[in-house]
C-alpha cells in the first residue's frame, strides 16, 4: 500500500528518515576500481626516466651501481635492502619533520566528514542541502586548488626546498579557517535541555539539571526513541516531540504541516511542527562560513599538494624514493586518517545530552562541542605547521631534482 505524506505529517526535512549513507561510496568506488585497470599497464620504469638516470651517471650524479640497483632488483633484494633503506629514512630528519606535519594534517582532514553533520546543525538547514554545498564547493575547490598549484609547479619547477615553503605559507594561511565555524547561529532553545519548562522558574534550572521530563508531562509516558520537535512560536521555544509538550489533539493543514492544541507544557494556543525557526542572521553567517571555509580555504589549502609531492620526491636519493612513498602513505593514513575520527567521535559523543537508543544521539550541546571541536582541529593543524616549518629549514639545500627537459623521442 502506498502511504501519502498528508497522512502522516511526515516532511522531507523530519528526522525519521534515514540517510543512504554507502550510496556516497559506491559511484567513487566503482571509479576508483575502473582507473586502477590502466595504472597496472604501467612499466616498472618509464622509458625517460632511463634516459634522466643515464644523465645523472654522465654529470656524476649518480653511479652504475644505483642503475642496476634501480633496474635489475629482483623482490628478494627488494626485501634483503628494506632494512637498510628504512634505517638510512629515519635518519633523515627533514623526511621524518615533513611525515609528522602532513600526518597531524591528515588528523584535521579525517574531522572533514563530520562537517555534513555539524553544519547542519550549527546553521540550521537539511543534510541534504548541506551536503550538495559542501560537495559542489569542495569539487571546485579542489579542481581550481591543483589547478593553482600545478600552474605553478609548472611555471618555475621550484627546488624541493621552495616546495616545502610553499606548502609552509599555505598552511599559515589558512591556519584560522575552522575559527569561521565559531560564527554560527544560535542554537534551538530545546526545553528540558537549553532552555526551561515555561512553568519552571529560571532561578531553579540549569543545564547541569537537564531533564526533559517535567511536572506537566509526566503523566505522558513520553519517550526519546523519535526526535520530533514542534515549536512555540510566541516564545520561540523548541519541544522534543508533541508528548513532551503535553500536546493532547493535532490537525493537518496545507496537506502536510501539523499543529498541535492543547499543549500542557505551553502558553500558546497551537504548536507548530519542526524545531524554532533560525534568526535573519543565520544564512548571512551561514554562506560567510561556506564560502570562507568550504571554498577559499580549501582553494588554498589544496593547491599546496602539488609541491608537497615534489617535496618528498626531492628530500630523499633518487634510490629511497620508492620507500618514501610507501612510508609516507603509511604513516600519515595510519597515525592520520585512522587515528583522527577516532579523536573527533570521541568529541562529538562527549556533548550528547539526549541520547537515541542504538548509540545514536538525538540533541547536543551545540556551542561547547564545536568550540572543543574547533579548537582540536586548531591544534592539530598548529603543530603540524610547524612541523613543516622545522622540516623546511632542515630540508637539504641541494636535495635532487625530480623533472628534467629529456628528447621526446625516449619516450617513443
Known sequence: AVVSTQSTGVTPGSGHWVGAWWMGYLAPGILLALTGIPLILFPTQMPAA?????EKIDNGEASEQEK?????????ELVKDMIPTLKRLMQNKALLFLLAGEALNNIFLSSM????????????????QTGMLIGILRTVGTIVGLGIGG???????????????????TQLITLPGPLVTLLHCNPDNVAGVSAPYPNTPSTEWSEINRNLTNMCNDNCGCSTGFYEPVCDLQSNLTYFSPCHAGCISSYITNGTSKIYQNCQCSGANELVSGACPADESCATKKWIAFITQQLIG?????????ALNVAYLRVVPEIDRSATQGMKQFFTRAFGFLLGPIIFGAIIDSYCVVWRGGGSCWLYDLHNMIVTFTMSQLGF????????????????EKATHVYKKVDESANL
Open 298 to 306: 580549501v582553494i588554498i589549502f589544496i593547491s599546496h599538494y602539488p
Open 151 to 169: 600552474a605553478y609547479m609548472g611555471k618555475f619547477n621550484p627546488s624541493g626546498r621552495t616546495c616545502l615553503l610553499y606548502v609552509a605559507v
Open 113 to 128: 566528514p563530520y562537517d555534513t553533520k555539524l553544519l547542519s546543525k550549527l546553521f540550521k538547514i537539511s543534510i541534504s
Open 381 to 396: 593543524r598548529i603543530v603540524g605547521t610547524i612541523c613543516i616549518v622545522i622540516a623546511w629549514r632542515l630540508y637539504p
Open 50 to 54: 632511463k634516459v634522466v638516470l643515464q
Open 68 to 76: 642496476d640497483s634501480e633496474l635489475n632488483r629482483s623482490l628478494k
